[in-house]
């Protein structure tokens, strides 16, 4: 997210993992009462016959397949539920390693997993887009970048910017007029699109845009690209933002702000977003409806916190550790967990791109790296460290467009 800036992508602390899981209940081997088919006999392991789904007896195990407690009766008392993580990205969770906590929030997961599934989207007339560059796109240009942090070759061609790919999906989805070349463009001298408004589509994400930008003056990115004569209309919100606000708080720790004064940050960076979400979702704001999908913030280590592991992280301003990396982590994992409870809260929906991010780094190919997913793994970030590249953009099209669709 280019300077003021470059999305995010901290270090250890973005790094992905989940809660241990809950301790077992235990296990209930009374089968006194009446009706209760009680297997005490030595060696009776086998629960085949109908209703029989007791596992006192000392090696009785069998289940006859049945690990399932939830119908009436039912007292096999088997293995907890599994976790999100177990469910969604098993092949980079760990349960000892701090990360979010998204299942205390009890969020509805998608049958993608790349996803919640808070909302079924239907009838959309027009598609906003707001946020930070990851939505705007980085154009590859020939041309010096550098007073916004990106190196000679960084960036991905127009059409592959996500926003533009998921316009086109939409388009069909939805039966919508689709927007021109313009406004798939960017205005490198603004980082805004080059055209706010096409079709029936509008952008006003802008690079280095931090959550208070969402809402708040001077960019004002709702009221700006939704004006209340545009609110009748059905409409879907499309939204990357609060790496650029890590990136803010990075820097102040960096400088030595303490605990308390992170923790200060941290909340105020959660209310932003907050308030953006709660302005969208006011009733009788969009009479025929109104949804939003976000993403929540990923990160370019695959967990190992190596930022020297791009070439550019310097310019990108990933230079000093912070001293106290522990404390911003945990901070950083609690913002993680708030955007959650956000879209539980308001009925909206949350991409998981740190977690499939994870990986997909600059430590893609380090078989020791936190979020190592095997040989040949593609890299989805490009040479400004922080931002999509080509396939990275693709992937982040798909996340939003399989939210949408199911």
């Not at 969208?280 to 916190?305: A, L, S």
């Not at 600059?362 to 040949?376: H, I, L, M, S, V």
Request: aromatic share 8%; charged share 20%; with cysteine.
């Amino acid at each position: 997210m280019l300077k003021r800036t470059i999305p995010l992508s901290l270090l250890t602390f973005l790094l992905l993992g989940c809660p241990e899981e809950p301790a077992p209940v235990p296990v209930d081997d009374d089968d006194s009462a009446v009706g209760d088919d009680d297997d005490a006999t030595a060696g009776d392991d086998d629960d085949s016959a109908v209703g029989d789904d007791d596992d006192s007896a000392p090696g009785d195990d069998d289940d006859s397949g049945d690990d399932d407690d939830s119908a009436a009766g039912d007292d096999d008392d088997s293995a907890p539920a599994m976790t999100i993580g177990d469910m969604c990205f098993p092949e980079i969770n760990d349960p000892t390693v701090p990360g979010p906590d998204y299942d205390q929030f009890n969020p509805i997961v998608g049958s993608h997993c790349l996803g919640t599934n808070h909302q079924t989207i239907t009838g959309v007339e027009r598609v906003v887009f707001v946020g930070d560059s990851v939505t705007v796109g980085v154009p590859n240009l020939s041309l010096d970048l550098s007073a916004w942090g990106l190196p000679a070759g960084a960036g991905t061609a127009d059409q592959d910017f996500y926003r533009n790919l998921l316009a086109g999906a939409l388009t069909t989805e939805f039966s919508l007029d689709p927007p021109g070349f313009l406004w798939a463009g960017v205005n490198i001298t603004d980082g805004v699109a080059l055209q706010q408004e096409d079709g029936d589509f509008a952008s006003c994400a802008k690079w280095g845009a931090r959550n208070d930008d969402i809402l708040l003056p001077p960019q004002m990115q709702l009221e700006t690209c939704l004006p209340e004569a545009e609110r009748s209309k059905t409409t879907l919100i499309i939204m990357t933002s609060g790496s650029n606000d890590l990136a803010n708080m990075t820097s102040n720790a960096i400088a030595g702000a303490d605990a308390a004064a992170l923790q200060t940050q941290a909340d105020q960076i959660v209310q932003d977003f907050e308030d953006a979400i709660t302005w969208i979702k006011t009733p009788g704001r969009f009479p025929n409806g109104v949804f939003v999908v976000y993403g929540n913030m990923y990160e370019f280590t695959d967990g190992t916190g190596d930022t020297a592991a791009c070439p550019a992280a310097a310019l990108a301003g990933f230079g000093t550790p912070p001293p106290d990396p522990d404390t911003l982590a945990e901070v950083v994992i609690g913002i993680q967990e708030e955007y959650m409870r956000i879209a539980v809260d308001q009925g909206v929906d949350m991409i998981w791109m740190l977690e499939h991010f994870c990986g997909h780094g600059w430590k893609n190919d380090d078989p020791t790296a936190r979020c190592y997913r095997g040989p040949n793994t593609p890299r989805w970030f490009d040479l400004s460290c922080t931002h999509p590249n080509e396939a990275g953009h693709a992937q982040i099209a798909d996340m939003f467009l399989a939210v949408v669709q199911e």
